[in-house]
């Protein structure tokens, strides 16, 4: 099994940056994909960025540019730069379990980014 922790979140003014980090543990060579997702209050759960285990990645056109998602064996990060206001959001990390349709979300972390 595997269990995911996400930390850096928290207060931030517009135009600041902060880095995200999902921390991976027990069966963490049967993850695949790794991906962070944010909701917004009011808000459906909307895709972030992915990276492959092969370190492919790929953005929501909202973040391209101001977002930099990278991993480290156990670690995910997400750099944000130039925060918005519209960035604020409770960011989840969730990983792919290699050969299966298994999914596993991490409990989240609140960004809140002040005008």
């Known amino acids: 099994q595997v269990q995911l922790v996400e930390s850096g979140g928290g207060l931030v003014q517009s135009g600041g940056s902060l880095t995200l980090s999902c921390a991976a543990s027990?069966?963490?060579?049967?993850?695949?994909?790794m991906c962070w997702y944010r909701q917004a209050p009011g808000n459906q759960r909307e895709l972030v960025a992915v990276?492959?285990?092969?370190?492919i990645t790929n953005y929501a056109d909202s973040v391209k540019g101001r977002f930099t998602i990278s991993r480290d064996n156990a670690t995910m990060y997400l750099q944000m730069n130039s925060l918005k206001p519209e960035d604020t959001a409770v960011y989840y990390c969730?990983?792919?379990?290699?050969?299966?349709?298994?999914?596993?979300w991490g409990p989240g972390t609140q960004l809140t980014v002040s005008s």
């Open positions: 969730k990983v792919i379990i290699s050969y299966t349709p298994w999914v596993v």
């Open positions: 027990g069966n963490i060579f049967s993850i695949n994909t």
């Open positions: 990276i492959t285990r092969n370190g």
